[in-house]
């Protein structure tokens, strides 16, 4: 591989990586400010992971609760994330997330409506009031179709089926990013001013996931080898509905909206275990009776919330206890009941793409038999540290939204949580990010020396003879995660998954593909793997680190939360090669907030 | 079928300049879709076999193939369809060039895209809000279920027999855009010129092919193109509002915001 004139090049103030939700809304955002922007996605326009979101975007529009406001929200989200969350982002996300949705409706977004002709919200876990925005069960496809035609009717240059994997930098400030495209495999550098990461989440690295071929962790691994910090990466969300049956579709998101519409969750001897499951934290917001929690539904004033809608972290532990007691469904999860709740024509309406899935995939009609599920690795809180107002990374001119940032969501994401920040957040890193842009008084030069060296990595799989087949390492990785570093964690397990990471690192020097350069999906792998084996470190050694239970990071051998801990964040830095990790303190929530979080 | 069968998976592979068939026999166990399957060929025997996949659930329309002929997503053919022992083929959609194995270049429709006038809404409410209600909101939310597989625009014999079409032809997938937009309750663009000329709504001989591989069961024949049709013959060729017209002397609205 000798020069420049073996890949094209092209220069812009602000490249957006990812074209989810956020990298959308951040393009659409810095292309507005005037800054020259490119979007730059790994699959086609349109089918980035948001399009999977089912439920909702929680926004305190107060359509339907008239009593809900951006405070009860921000209360919602910080106890949920078990007040490891940065508070200031929780604040702007809560602040700002009905403005973002009322803005996809002036963009051409239709919502499902309530009587009065406004935007209907439902019912989600964790949150007080009927909160999220929805269209069915397709909230996710109806914000990236509009977000994408919106972008498109802007002019924005898009990049598709085009994967970065190289941040590169003047001294301290980013410079652009290095890929490569699919479709030719032929290399591809960007000049820009900023990069805006918008990669989204790290779940390829388990075997049971609702995440796609996408998730490999790229953002999260070129920001941390580019000097960016990370922070709370052990802190992993595992949805506590995902299939479980048939085999081959384990994992597959089944949407907290059936719970939100009146499903509850049952053992194998028919008992609505939740309420067994009530933590002294969420005791006195949660009916501890069935009579009171089938009420909630329909008079919040009266009766407190259903233990099926506690937060993710909480339902999932209480599934996982379930199974080990021996209370499963016969294919190790337990039974999720919407078919003896509501008629078959409101669950055909509300839950339309849940009824299809099920019956398509798993031979189940759930309009009159139960689902089978069980939790399924789904969404990462931790990531690139971000400052709070403007998305900046700790490298200038590096800016992060959505999955891939850290800090909104603290120990535990609440469901609808995710799509508006990915619209509340993506504008506000395509804001600053053309802010930063503009502001630059010269382009800042690429190192050639750089460029010549991630290209030297990225083609070395075919030029060696190590015969180790990429397919079979990422197996072996997904394994290890799943087995080591999932729902329950324990040192020594953890201490093993190191190990292991540690070999499939080795194996990773030998991974060879076969075939040419021209969309080679082994090719890509053996090249998202370096990602993929660099988060599952980060996370088993941010795991190994926090020593007590909070949120999504549930540690047998501490299973306790520690004020300690709840006071720090992990910060994860890689410097020469070499990770360091470290706690350093939450920033602090301001007094005049504090009364909030104590109203009950 | 019983798990553990045994299928031979006939998988196209080549690009542009050619290739061939080529036969893979795979286990196949309970619940698994075409596209596990294809999944273990690229895992275990042909590491660079080219598909695009992405959600595995029917959301993101990204594994457009045909199989046996038909055109499908494969992630939601089941191989419990199939008899154990018989052959499968899978080809990539014919209607689009080819790059690679399964992956063929999609742009067309892309590009068609950017040719869709903007959603141009109404002014506001006097309160400041947006009123729309269940009932008027419903048949564009049908539309709106599109996941963009592309297999109307595969099955189209306008243009998958007659590749000369493309360029004066938007296709189904478009139609429903263009059927969203134009029953939008808030929108006031007006697209129905552009139908008829430079998307070609008049090639479209109403056959249903579309409707039937649509995956999310949008009736795309009945509810959008017959619709748009219907509009569009009214505003050109109906002499009542061709004679209003003529003694208002109002205009056709125009398009704006096409392309960009």
């Given at each position: 591989?000798a020069?420049?004139?073996?890949?094209?090049?092209h220069?812009?103030?602000?490249?957006?990586?990812?074209a989810?939700?956020?990298?959308?809304?951040a393009?659409?955002?810095?292309?507005?400010?005037g800054?020259?922007?490119?979007?730059i996605?790994?699959?086609?326009?349109g089918?980035?992971?948001?399009?999977?979101?089912?439920?909702g975007i929680a926004?305190?529009?107060?359509?339907v609760?008239?009593?809900?406001?951006?405070?009860v929200?921000?209360r919602?989200?910080m106890?949920?994330g078990?007040?490891?969350?940065?508070?200031r982002m929780?604040?702007?996300?809560?602040?700002e997330?009905?403005?973002r949705v009322?803005?996809l409706?002036e963009?051409g977004?239709l919502?499902?409506?309530?009587?009065?002709g406004?935007i209907?919200?439902?019912d989600?876990?964790g949150?007080?009031?009927?909160?999220?925005?929805h269209?069915?069960?397709?909230t996710g496809?109806?914000?990236i179709?509009?977000?994408?035609?919106h972008?498109?009717h802007?002019?924005i240059?898009?990049?598709?089926?085009?994967?970065?994997?190289r941040?590169?930098?003047?001294?301290?400030?980013?410079?652009?990013a290095?890929?490569y495209w699919?479709?030719s495999g032929?290399?591809?550098?960007f000049?820009?001013?900023?990069v805006?990461?918008?990669?989204?989440g790290?779940?390829?690295?388990?075997r049971?996931?609702t995440?796609s071929?996408?998730y490999?962790?790229?953002?999260?691994?070129?920001?941390?080898?580019?000097g960016a910090d990370?922070?709370d990466?052990e802190?992993v969300?595992f949805?506590p509905?995902?299939?479980?049956w048939?085999p081959?579709?384990r994992g597959i998101l089944?949407t907290e909206?059936?719970r939100?519409?009146?499903?509850?969750?049952?053992?194998?001897?028919?008992?609505?275990?939740?309420?067994?499951?009530?933590?002294p934290y969420f005791?006195?917001?949660t009916?501890?009776?069935?009579q009171?929690?089938?009420?909630?539904y329909?008079d919040?004033k009266n009766?407190r919330?259903?233990?099926?809608?506690l937060p993710?972290?909480?339902?999932?532990?209480?599934i996982?206890?379930?199974v080990k007691?021996g209370?499963?469904?016969?294919?190790?999860?337990?039974?999720l009941d919407?078919a003896t709740?509501?008629?078959?024509d409101?669950i055909r309406?509300r839950?339309?793409?849940?009824?299809?899935?099920?019956?398509?995939?798993?031979?189940v009609?759930?309009?009159?038999e139960?689902m089978?599920?069980g939790p399924t690795?789904?969404?990462?809180?931790?990531?690139?540290?971000?400052?709070?107002?403007?998305t900046?990374?700790?490298?200038p001119?590096?800016?992060a939204?959505g999955?891939?940032a850290g800090?909104?969501?603290?120990?535990?994401?609440l469901?609808g949580?995710?799509?508006?920040?990915?619209?509340?957040f993506?504008?506000?890193?395509g804001l600053?990010a053309?802010?930063?842009?503009?502001a630059l008084?010269a382009?800042p030069?690429v190192?050639d020396?750089?460029?010549?060296?991630?290209?030297?990595?990225?083609?070395?799989?075919?030029?060696?003879?190590?015969?180790e087949n990429?397919?079979?390492?990422?197996?072996d990785l997904?394994?290890?995660?799943?087995?080591?570093?999932?729902?329950i964690?324990?040192?020594?397990?953890?201490?093993q998954?190191l190990e292991?990471?540690?070999?499939?690192?080795?194996?990773l020097q030998?991974?060879t593909?076969e075939?040419?350069?021209q969309?080679?999906?082994?090719?890509h792998?053996?090249?998202?793997l370096h990602?993929m084996l660099?988060?599952?470190?980060?996370t088993?050694r941010s795991?190994?680190?926090?020593?007590?239970?909070?949120?999504?990071?549930?540690r047998?051998?501490?299973?306790?939360?520690?004020?300690k801990?709840?006071?720090?964040n992990?910060?994860?830095?890689?410097?020469?090669?070499?990770?360091?990790?470290c706690q350093e303190p939450?920033?602090?929530i301001?007094?005049?907030l504090?009364?909030?979080l104590?109203?009950k | 079928?019983?798990?553990?069968?045994e299928f031979?998976?006939?998988?196209?592979?080549?690009?542009?300049?050619?290739?061939?068939?080529?036969?893979?026999?795979?286990?196949?166990?309970?619940?698994m879709?075409v596209?596990d399957?294809?999944h273990r060929i690229?895992?275990?025997a042909a590491h660079?076999l080219?598909v695009r996949w992405n959600c595995?659930?029917g959301?993101c329309?990204?594994?457009?193939?045909?199989?046996?002929?038909?055109?499908?997503?494969?992630?939601m053919?089941?191989?419990?369809i199939?008899?154990?022992?018989?052959t499968i083929?899978?080809?990539?959609?014919?209607t689009?060039?080819l790059i690679?194995?399964?992956v063929t270049?999609?742009?067309f429709?892309y590009?068609?895209?950017?040719?869709v006038?903007?959603?141009?809404?109404?002014?506001?409410?006097?309160?400041?809000?947006?009123?729309?209600?269940?009932?008027e909101v419903?048949?564009?939310?049908?539309?709106?279920?599109?996941?963009?597989?592309f297999?109307?625009?595969d099955?189209?014999?306008v243009?998958r027999?007659?590749?000369?079409?493309?360029?004066?032809f938007?296709?189904?997938r478009?139609?429903v855009?263009?059927a969203?937009l134009?029953?939008?309750?808030?929108?006031t663009?007006?697209?129905?010129?552009l139908l008829?000329?430079?998307?070609?709504?008049g090639?479209?001989?109403?056959?249903?092919?579309?409707?039937e591989?649509?995956p999310e069961?949008?009736?795309?024949?009945?509810?959008?193109?017959?619709?748009?049709?219907e509009r569009?013959?009214?505003e050109?060729?109906?002499p009542v509002?061709w004679?209003?017209?003529?003694?208002?002397g109002?205009?056709r609205?125009?398009?704006d915001?096409a392309?960009?």
């Open positions: 591989m020069a420049a004139d073996q890949f094209e090049t220069e812009y103030d602000v490249i957006v990586i990812g989810g939700g956020a990298g959308l809304r393009a659409i955002e810095a292309s507005a400010q800054a020259r922007t490119a979007l996605c790994k699959s086609l326009l089918k980035a992971h948001t399009v999977m979101a089912e439920g926004a305190a529009l107060g359509n609760w008239p009593e809900d406001n951006w405070k929200h921000w919602d989200t106890r949920g078990k007040m490891l969350n940065n508070w929780a604040q702007i996300h809560a602040q997330a009905p403005d009322l803005e409706e963009w977004a919502f499902d409506r309530t009587k009065d406004l209907l919200q439902r989600f876990g949150h007080r009031y009927a909160r999220l925005a269209v069915g069960d397709r496809l109806e914000m179709r509009t977000l994408q035609q972008a498109v802007k002019g240059d898009v990049f598709m089926e085009c994967t970065m994997q941040l590169l930098k003047d001294g301290d400030r980013i410079s652009g290095f890929g699919r479709e032929r290399f591809v550098l000049k820009s001013k900023a805006v990461l918008a990669t989204g790290i779940g390829k690295a388990w049971v996931t995440n071929w996408e490999t962790g790229d953002g999260t691994a070129m920001a941390l080898d580019a990370l922070i990466m802190m969300q949805h509905t995902g299939m479980v048939p081959s579709v089944v909206g059936v939100g519409d009146g499903g509850t969750l049952k053992n194998s001897d028919g008992v609505r275990f939740m309420f067994n499951y009530i933590t005791a006195a917001e009916a501890d009776n069935e009171e929690a089938d009420a909630w329909a919040k009766n919330r259903t233990p099926d809608l993710r972290d909480e339902v999932a532990r209480a996982n206890s379930e007691a209370r499963g469904s016969p294919h190790g999860g337990v039974f919407i709740r509501r008629d078959p409101y309406r839950l339309p793409s849940m009824y299809h899935q099920f019956r398509e995939l798993a031979g009609d759930i309009t009159k139960l089978e599920i690795c789904h969404y990462v809180m931790g990531g690139v540290r971000v400052d709070a107002d403007t900046a990374s700790t490298v001119g590096l800016f939204a999955e891939v800090g909104m969501h603290g120990a535990n994401r469901g949580n995710s799509l508006s920040d990915l619209l509340v993506g504008r506000r890193a600053h053309a802010e930063y842009a503009n008084a382009a030069r190192d020396g750089e460029v010549e060296a991630a290209a030297r990595t990225m083609l070395s799989p075919f030029e060696r003879a190590g015969g990429p397919y079979a390492v990422h197996g997904q394994d290890c995660m799943q087995a080591l570093v999932c729902l964690r324990v040192e020594p397990e953890m201490q998954a292991k990471i540690a070999a499939l690192n080795e194996r030998h991974v593909v075939g040419n350069r969309y080679n999906p082994g090719w792998l053996a090249m998202d990602s660099t988060v599952a470190e980060v088993t795991a190994l680190e926090r020593k007590e239970s909070r949120g999504g990071h549930t047998d051998d501490y299973p306790d939360p520690d004020p801990f709840g006071a720090v992990v910060v994860t830095r890689k410097r020469q090669g070499q990770l360091t990790i939450l920033p602090a301001p007094d005049e504090k009364p909030i104590e109203e | 079928m019983t798990a553990g069968s031979t998976m006939r998988v196209w592979r080549g690009d542009a300049s050619g290739g061939a068939f080529q036969d893979f026999r795979m286990d196949v166990g309970e619940g879709v596209l399957v294809i690229q895992a275990e660079d080219a595995k659930a959301k329309g990204s594994c457009s193939a045909e199989v046996n002929g038909k055109p499908r997503l494969m992630c053919t089941r191989m419990d199939f008899e154990p022992g018989e083929t899978i080809a990539p959609v014919k689009f060039p690679k194995d399964l270049n999609v742009s429709n590009e068609k895209a950017k040719e006038p903007a959603f141009k809404p109404k002014a506001k409410e006097a309160d400041g809000t947006r009123r729309m209600y269940q009932e419903d048949r564009v939310q049908e539309f709106h279920k599109c996941i963009e597989c297999l109307c625009q099955v189209c014999h243009i027999d007659h590749p000369e079409n493309k360029p004066a938007a296709g189904p478009l139609f855009r263009y969203a134009e029953m939008h309750p808030l929108d663009n007006d697209r129905l010129g008829k000329q430079r998307a070609g709504l090639y479209c001989n109403i056959t249903k092919c579309c409707t591989v649509c069961g949008i009736h795309i024949t009945d509810n959008a193109i017959i619709p748009l049709k569009v013959v009214t050109f060729n109906d509002v004679l209003l017209r003529t003694v208002t109002r205009k609205k125009t398009a915001g392309g960009s």
